[in-house]
């Protein structure tokens, strides 16, 4: 995630970043919702919206909020110009974060996956030491070709790699991903909060998600279920989550209703995001946020 303060400059919104907030931000993670790792400056964090000295302050002050308190800290890294990643991917390293990330380039989109894994190599080579993960959403980059192709064979080019951030509905594909990564200790971190629990049936063994900002105990409790077997208990959650997201679906959802929804039930001001993305209206977040505490409540 990333807050930004809302400075309002010739009628837009610019949208600053708001370091202040992290501190209690991750306390609140940690407390409330029982998150202790996180994905910074990735969808929900606008990371790609953002300047790479923006993206540096704020994996910093992750970085250093998070000690003793995160368990990981990963750094997405990804931007269009392969130098910005590599600059966010040695400062990653300078800083402890854990490890780092890297989506595909979105308007000059690599031809086929071996373009994907020279990039992703030629920017991991700037934090040789830190885990590299492939980070796919072919519904934001427009990749066309499966995340499989693009794990295939990866270990022997970059040494660090250790799994794929899969935000794709396209069982066939994670299935061949979960079957690659599970052969060499890799990770397989889910991405569709609504299908979760799908993913964990097929293998996948983390989730990143936006609604993990405030349905994080929720979800947490919906694992826990399926790694004990009861899994009339773990659907029961699962469904709630999607009647959640429907419900803020239907109202229409975005990485902006999500922030306006970050600050409603956690209490702390996220502010509005970057343009391109628009503001929220309160009472579409409110709406949100009271279905969300009505679930919560009885977790
Ligand atoms: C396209 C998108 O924003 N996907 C979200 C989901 O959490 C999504 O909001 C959720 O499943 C609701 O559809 C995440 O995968 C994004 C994410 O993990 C990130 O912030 O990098």
């Not at 469904?239 to 306006?260: C, H, P, W, Y």
């Amino acid at each position: 995630m990333t807050s930004l303060t809302n400075k309002r400059s010739e009628g837009q919104y610019n949208g600053e970043i708001n370091l202040s907030v992290i501190g209690p931000y991750i306390e609140y993670l940690v407390e409330k919702q029982d998150v202790k790792s996180v994905f910074i400056n990735g969808t929900t964090g606008e990371g790609c919206s953002l300047t790479v000295d923006e993206r540096k302050q704020l994996a910093a002050a992750w970085c250093q909020h998070g000690k003793g308190k995160l368990e990981q800290v990963i750094v997405h890294v990804g931007c269009l110009s392969i130098k910005d990643s590599q600059e966010l991917a040695r400062h990653a390293a300078s800083i402890g974060a854990d490890g780092i990330a890297v989506v595909s380039p979105s308007y000059f989109i690599p031809i086929n996956a071996d373009a994907l894994k020279s990039f992703i190599k030629e920017v991991s080579a700037f934090a040789p030491e830190l885990p590299m993960y492939y980070y796919h959403i072919p519904s934001m980059t427009g990749v066309a070709f499966d995340a499989a192709d693009v794990l295939n064979g990866i270990e022997q080019v970059i040494p660090s790699f250790q799994g794929v951030k899969y935000t794709g509905t396209d069982l066939r594909d994670l299935g061949q991903c979960v079957h690659y990564c599970q052969a060499r200790g890799w990770s397989v971190l889910f991405g569709v909060d609504e299908q979760l629990l799908g993913a964990f049936v097929l293998g996948a063994d983390g989730a990143v998600g936006s609604t993990y900002n405030y349905f994080g105990r929720v979800v947490n409790q919906l694992l826990a279920a399926f790694d004990n077997g009861n899994h009339m208990q773990a659907r029961a959650l699962q469904f709630k989550s999607m009647e959640m997201i429907t419900f803020a679906k239907n109202l229409g959802f975005d990485v902006a209703v999500n922030k306006q929804v970050m600050s409603e039930v956690s209490g702390l001001a996220m502010g509005p995001p970057r343009l391109p993305l628009l503001p929220c209206p309160l009472s579409k977040a409110q709406a949100i946020a009271q279905k969300i505490k009505d679930f919560s409540q009885g977790h």
